[in-house]
């Protein structure tokens, strides 16, 4: 029997993935067409191109357009730039995503700042940062939004509660740390060079972890009872000339301490993309005029 402590993001993403494909098919009914997602990656990277694979399954299967812009690394910034212009212009195109990280030469935050922030569903636009930074309506990224979900259906009411967010990415330690502000939660934003962070992270209700090292929060850093939501995706090795995949949080110490956690694998990680077509869909029923459903 699974452990009740454990947070199983892969059924929640399943479900709220079957919540977007039955607002797909109420989309398609009144648009006439599907929510169209562009998905663009430069070169070989074999992690990368698993991601984009799995998301064009997922898209599809939500009965959702996915298109694919397979690019090689020597790509030019220009060529690559143009590409995104044409995809903004695409009336079929209701998300646009670029894979990252993006080769060298190439100047990551150029390229995402010429998205359309309304086609952004990555929610990486300067403008949709600020959006999220100034309480307005906007993209927020999938995976700090896919958190907060996780935490909401097991807390409930998060009002009140002192959260430590460990990790100041604009992908995720960032954009959590304004989302849970938004809920009335206290934030601390602390990093791999926070002095005392054992002491500090004692002291929360919630966890966040994205720092990006593996097994980095002890068990015995916790507030007995605290919620933690384990970001980091790590792969260490197995023995044998094998590997493994961790989180930033050392599981088996936390469970014992921690009143919920999620797991690494079948965590945070499914709901990445259950989010990115989430967004997708709100994107399409904005461009359209369609209500968008209750996500």
Not at 36 to 50: I, P, T, Y
Not at 147 to 164: F, I, Q
Not at 241 to 251: A, H, N, P, Q, S
Request: charged share 20%; with cysteine; hydrophobic share 45%.
């Amino acid at each position: 029997m699974t452990d009740p402590k454990v947070i199983d993001g892969q059924a929640f993403a399943a479900a709220l993935r079957g919540r977007v494909a039955a607002g797909v098919a109420a989309f398609r009914a009144r648009a006439g067409r599907a929510p169209g997602l562009a998905v663009v990656l430069l070169g070989e990277d074999a992690a990368s191109q698993v991601y984009v694979r799995n998301k064009g399954l997922a898209t599809e299967a939500a009965g959702m357009t996915s298109l694919a812009h397979r690019l090689s690394a020597d790509t030019s910034q220009e060529t690559l730039l143009a590409l995104v212009e044409d995809l903004n212009a695409d009336p079929a195109v209701d998300g646009i995503l670029v894979q990252l990280p993006l080769p060298g030469h190439i100047d990551e935050q150029t390229v995402i700042a010429t998205i359309d922030p309304d086609k952004d569903v990555d929610g990486f636009h300067p403008l949709n940062a600020g959006r999220l930074a100034s309480g307005l309506d906007g993209f927020v990224p999938c995976t700090p939004l896919g958190c907060l979900m996780l935490l909401k259906d097991r807390l409930g009411d998060l009002s009140g509660l002192h959260a430590v967010v460990i990790g100041r990415s604009n992908i995720v330690g960032k954009p959590m740390a304004q989302l849970l502000l938004r809920e009335s939660c206290t934030v601390t934003v602390a990093h791999s060079r926070t002095r005392g962070l054992p002491a500090l992270v004692r002291g929360a209700d919630i966890v966040v972890a994205a720092v990006g090292r593996p097994r980095m929060v002890a068990g015995n850093w916790l507030k007995p009872g605290a919620t933690v939501i384990d970001v980091g995706i790590n792969r260490v090795e197995a023995g044998e000339g094998r590997t493994r995949l961790v989180g930033d949080v050392d599981f088996d110490s936390a469970l014992d301490v921690a009143g919920a956690i999620t797991p690494v694998p079948r965590g945070v990680g499914p709901m990445t993309i259950a989010v990115l077509l989430r967004n997708t869909l709100v994107s399409a029923c904005r461009r359209e005029g369609v209500d968008a459903p209750s996500l």
